[in-house]
């Protein structure tokens, strides 16, 4: 697998089954990464804990059934190494090597922990692990020396910080981390079943590995355009919580259809709902057969595999980092 394209590594926090938001919001360009990048994507099993260290019941079966949505969504273990944060102990060995670095008033006025301290009231995120997030995530990330990162959006504070530590690093001991860049993917717009953005939290999602009799009874009670009650009444797509999906699932020519039929009250919303169901449907069907096929057993056998490839790349980088502090 070493050779000569470029390295880029992401991660995901194991929180439950993947559903639509994800899949297009990152792990889409997860699978095409793969073919023209050398790319780690690991299970950030220990960030989990860093918000859920009460309640830890979930993360081993998280674990494993996230896996299983990557795999069957075609992340190909041939293609990527796929690991375990917590299997590679030198992420942590790096995250508190960078931790010394690393002034508390960076992790202090980082936008994301702020907010999710005030918006997060049914967990205690007062704990030390929560604060240093970023850091781990720093680690994660220098530990493999890539060009870009995928990420979603809401992860840029935490690109930014890593970006300063690295600079920091440098600084001190000698020019040893690339600063890398964050991989947006073009924005697609996935809202939830009841308008707002697709979440778990909000119980408002479509998982990948949802039963298509279950997501027909979901797709019965989506919201569309609010203001149209009738089919009669002409519609309009750009407000529409439906429509989004035509974006990404229908053919161009399916979108002008739509459309105009929209606009132009010839085409209701019931029609309009079960044309996205026959697309989903055919989305969904290849991953779901993929998914059935993997065992608990192979997926533990792939990270397995993965944890070995990451660890050998990890732990080049960190004798060089011991020996850069005098270790
Ligand atoms: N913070 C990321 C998220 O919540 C998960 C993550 C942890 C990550 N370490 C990373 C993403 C390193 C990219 C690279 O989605």
Not at 96 to 103: A, E, F, G, K, R
Not at 199 to 227: C, H, P, Q, W
């Amino acid at each position: 697998m070493s050779n000569q394209r470029p390295r880029t590594v992401s991660g995901m926090r194991p929180t439950g089954p993947l559903h639509l938001g994800h899949y297009f919001g990152v792990l889409k360009n997860y699978v095409e990464l793969q073919r023209t990048e050398e790319a780690y994507f690991f299970v950030a099993d220990w960030h989990a804990l860093t918000s859920d260290y009460a309640d830890p019941s979930r993360v081993r079966d998280n674990i494993d059934e996230m896996v299983k949505d990557w795999v069957a969504a075609g992340l190909d273990p041939e293609q990527c190494v796929i690991f375990r944060q917590s299997a590679v102990k030198e992420h942590a060995e790096l995250s508190l090597l960078l931790s010394m670095i690393t002034p508390v008033s960076w992790l202090e006025r980082n936008p994301t922990y702020k907010e999710q301290q005030q918006q997060i009231s049914n967990k205690d995120l007062g704990n030390a692990g929560f604060l240093c997030y970023p850091v781990l995530m720093a680690a994660d990330i220098l530990m493999y020396k890539p060009h870009g990162v995928p990420v979603g959006e809401d992860q840029l504070p935490h690109m930014e910080l890593t970006r300063e530590i690295a600079r920091r690093f440098n600084y001190l001991y000698g020019e040893t981390f690339p600063e890398p860049q964050a991989m947006l993917t073009p924005a697609a717009k996935c809202p939830g079943l009841d308008g707002r953005k697709m979440s778990k939290s909000y119980n408002n999602g479509i998982f990948l590995s949802d039963a298509m009799s279950d997501i027909e009874a979901k797709v019965r009670g989506m919201f569309t355009d609010k203001n149209r009650l009738r089919k009669s009444d002409p519609g309009n797509p750009d407000i529409c919580n439906l429509f989004p999906y035509h974006l990404l699932l229908s053919s161009k020519e399916e979108q002008e259809e739509i459309r105009s039929g929209c606009t132009g009250a010839t085409f209701g919303c019931v029609d309009c709902k079960k044309r996205f169901l026959k697309h989903l449907g055919e989305f969904l069907a290849p991953l779901q057969e993929r998914r059935a096929t993997l065992s608990t057993e192979r997926v533990r056998a792939i990270l397995a595999d993965g944890n070995d490839r990451a660890r050998a790349f990890a732990s080049a980088t960190l004798e060089d980092v011991r020996a850069k502090m005098g270790l």
